[in-house]
């Protein structure tokens, strides 16, 4: 079966390199934000390639797409590594990054952009976990776009809805999304599993590929981990 791939924000396809390596699917399609048009353009592109059955596996703004795509015909179960379904806080969603801050990003990603995109490669990880990071696009018009898809979309009311199988695969020490993020859609979702890996950022799939593997291995050949 064929798994298809959704990068993070302003991350390259070679982000799931690791995790491609560990898994050795036998056939993989990997989706690219890059020369986005809108911020509809990253739910269309994903459906665009979602041409056959596939295992979609999302990652942070990935997931937000994988939870979109939960009802297509051809998504046969989702993986959300670093997922939520909502990156900004409401009233009524204490969890995730208030919306001025994502705005602020905004600002200071025209203003200095290396910087801006040192300061969020830095907060992907937990404790001794960082390492060279090489897959992140620097192309600033798709960057801000990213940002603006992260304030825009809302798939908490979608959560009762999906069918089909859901691992959450979540970082305890994850920065970007908090784990409470990921114990959200577990308690709003039905067939689903969800594995915390202690001490871990946002990026298991780059820092531990082998365990995040196992975990998605395990639960496609029907083991309950959860």
Excluded at 122 to 138: K, N, S, T, V
């Amino acid at each position: 079966m064929n798994i298809l791939l959704l990068p993070g924000w302003g991350m390259k396809g070679e982000v799931f390199t690791p995790l491609i390596q560990a898994l050795q699917p036998s056939h993989v399609t990997v989706v690219a934000w890059e020369h986005m048009h809108d911020v509809n353009h990253f739910l269309a592109k994903a459906k665009d390639a979602l041409t056959v059955p596939s295992i979609v596996i999302g990652w942070s703004l990935g997931s937000l797409v994988a939870l979109q795509l939960a009802m297509h015909e051809h998504v046969q179960a989702l993986v959300c590594i670093g997922g939520t379904s909502r990156f900004t806080m409401t009233d009524d969603y204490p969890i995730g990054w208030h919306a001025r801050v994502v705005e602020r990003m905004k600002t200071q990603l025209m203003r200095q952009p290396e910087k801006t995109i040192q300061s969020f490669i830095d907060m992907l990880w937990g404790e001794e976990e960082a390492q060279p990071f090489r897959y992140m696009h620097h192309h600033i018009p798709d960057l801000l776009l990213g940002l603006d898809y992260l304030l825009t979309i809302d798939v908490r009311d979608q959560l009762q809805q999906i069918d089909v199988p859901l691992l959450l695969i979540h970082g305890e020490r994850d920065r970007i999304c908090p784990p409470q993020a990921a114990q959200y859609v577990y308690e709003r979702t039905n067939h689903c599993t969800f594995m915390l890996m202690p001490n871990v950022g946002h990026a298991p799939h780059v820092t531990q590929p082998s365990t995040c593997a196992h975990y998605i291995q395990t639960w496609l050949g029907g083991g309950k981990n959860d």
